[in-house]
């Protein structure tokens, strides 16, 4: 079937994920064209969100598409949603407004903690454990690597800033949230209107893959 026919899918994966975590979500292939987005590095550590997401959305080449994303990328989703024409986003384990944080993130915010992030000292030490560490903790660590392989220091302390400063969008587009119960870096008694995912935690992007590919087909159709 001729592109031009297909409704034009693009995935934008979670903070230093990559866009293997959509690896068990599958669309009919006969309606949808998917596409699966990595992050750039952004020019620096205090770039803006809405200019980084003008340099990120030069990557989406479909008219009118459906952006979906994840924590973070759900975020960013919103944010191109500002800059380009897009018919509807779904974003997972996310939020779609700053009234959404959590006490932890407003006050990580307002103290400013989120600049003394030790990401030096977090990749040092999962180095470590690989070396040391029991054959279940390097199970783990092989996991993690595969589906957070950015470490790097200066997008690290980007994006943590980026989504703790987020102002929120300012569109009227369709908008799906799908969230988990259990999600415990974005609890979800901050969350308001969205989908339940029975069990789901932050990370049921891949641990709840089937239920929430089932929302998606649902909302899309």
Same mark, same amino acid.
């Given at each position: 079937? =001729?592109?031009?026919? &297909?409704?034009?899918?693009? $995935? ?20 949808? =064209? ?8 952004? !020019?620096? @550590?205090?770039?803006? +969100? /809405? ?6 959305? @030069? ?16 975020? %960013? ?30 006050? *990580? ?6 600049? &003394?992030?030790? *990401?030096? $000292? %977090?990749? $040092? ?9 029991? /054959?279940?903790? @390097?199970?783990?660590?092989? *996991?993690?690597?595969?589906? !957070? ?7 690290? #302390? ?5 989504? +703790? +400063?987020? @102002?929120?969008?300012?569109?009227? %587009?369709? %908008? !799906? ?18 989908? *339940? ?10 641990? =709840?893959?089937?239920?929430?590919? #089932?929302?998606? +087909?649902?909302? &899309?159709?």
């Amino acid at each position: 079937m =001729k592109t031009e026919n &297909l409704t034009h899918v693009y $995935f934008l994966p979670g903070m230093s994920a990559s866009s293997a975590i959509f690896e068990r979500i599958k669309l009919p292939t006969e309606k949808y =064209k998917m596409h699966f987005l990595e992050w750039l590095m952004p !020019l620096s @550590k205090d770039e803006s +969100l /809405s200019d980084y997401a003008k340099r990120f959305a @030069k990557q989406i080449t479909a008219a009118n598409p459906i952006l979906i994303g994840v924590s973070f990328g759900g975020i %960013l989703a919103q944010e191109i949603a500002q800059i380009i024409p897009c018919k509807k986003i779904i974003i997972i384990s996310s939020i779609k407004s700053p009234t959404e944080y959590s006490f932890f993130f407003k006050t *990580v915010k307002t103290t400013r903690l989120y600049k &003394l992030y030790p *990401v030096t $000292f %977090l990749n $040092f030490l999962e180095q470590f454990l690989y070396k040391k560490g029991s /054959s279940k903790i @390097k199970n783990t660590l092989t *996991v993690y690597r595969k589906f !957070l392989p950015i470490r790097n220091k200066l997008y690290t #302390q980007w994006a943590i800033r980026s989504f +703790l +400063l987020w @102002k929120g969008s300012h569109n009227n %587009l369709p %908008l !799906l949230h799908i969230h988990g119960n259990s999600d415990q870096i974005i609890p979800i008694k901050y969350i308001k209107n969205c989908e *339940v995912i029975k069990n789901g935690t932050h990370a049921m992007i891949l641990t =709840k893959s089937s239920s929430i590919e #089932q929302y998606i +087909l649902r909302y &899309l159709a």
